[in-house]
């Protein structure tokens, strides 16, 4: 069983950046793809970017293309988001994922087998 555990939400002002992290602990997580999700209220939860286990395969919803990187170090068994020029639109509860069974990248939450709790974050105009 693979536990997930993100950090880095907060409250910044649009334009700002922020940094999340994920830590995954139990399992074999450096085998798994990663994504991030978020959800806004009264939304549902959609895909924000993903990363191959070997980290050389990206992928992002247009929306943030150009603005967030998703990267992840294995040895650490850390995956990261670093979100710039941030937008109120961009105010969700952010939610890391391992996705155990694909080699290639994915972005419905259906596809995805373990989650974290979610952090916050919320772009001030």
């Known amino acids: 069983q693979v536990q997930l555990v993100e950090s880095g939400g907060g409250l910044v002002q649009a334009g700002g950046p922020l940094r999340l992290s994920c830590v995954a602990s139990g399992g074999t997580p450096s085998n798994y793809a990663m994504g991030w999700f978020r959800q806004a209220p009264g939304k549902e939860r959609e895909f924000v970017a993903a990363?191959?286990?070997?980290?050389?395969?990206?992928d992002y919803t247009n929306s943030v293309k150009g603005r967030f990187t998703i990267s992840r170090v294995n040895a650490k068994n850390t995956v990261n988001l670093q979100m710039n020029s941030l937008t109120p639109k961009d105010t969700a509860v952010y939610y890391c994922?391992?996705?155990?069974?694909?080699?290639?990248?994915?972005?419905?939450?259906?596809?995805?087998?373990?989650w974290g709790q979610g952090t916050q974050v919320t772009v001030s105009s």
């Open positions: 994922a391992a996705d155990r069974n694909s080699p290639v990248l994915r972005r419905s939450p259906t596809e995805y087998d373990y």
């Open positions: 990363i191959t286990w070997t980290g050389l395969t990206t």
